[in-house]
């Protein structure tokens, strides 16, 4: 073979070596988006349902005070009944 064609076979081989590294490069960075991507996705599964929870866990709170602004005005009256009651013996 001649000097030209040896030179052309031995760039043409650099090339295509180049060009398969890129191409793994390039495979290894759409794995990584990939799984980027999923992590993504599984945050904010978690994110919503860390929301509702905390929705869910408000909703218990305001109950919770609204049954004792309730009862504080019962708890009032059978105080004031008792004492009524234990000075009238």
């Given at each position: 073979m001649s000097d030209?064609?040896?030179e052309a076979l031995a760039r043409l081989s650099t090339a295509?070596?180049?060009l398969d590294t890129v191409s793994l490069?390039?495979?290894?960075?759409d794995r990584a988006r990939a799984t980027l991507e999923t992590e993504l996705s599984l945050m904010?599964?978690?994110r919503h349902q860390l929301a509702r929870l905390l929705d869910e866990e408000?909703?218990?709170?305001?109950?919770a005070e609204m049954s004792?602004?309730?009862l504080a005005p019962r708890i009032d009256?059978?105080?004031a009944a008792i004492r009524t009651s234990l000075t009238q013996s």
């Open positions: 030209p064609i040896r295509i070596d180049r490069r390039h495979a290894d960075g904010r599964e978690d408000k909703s218990s709170r305001t109950t004792l602004g309730d009256r059978a105080i």
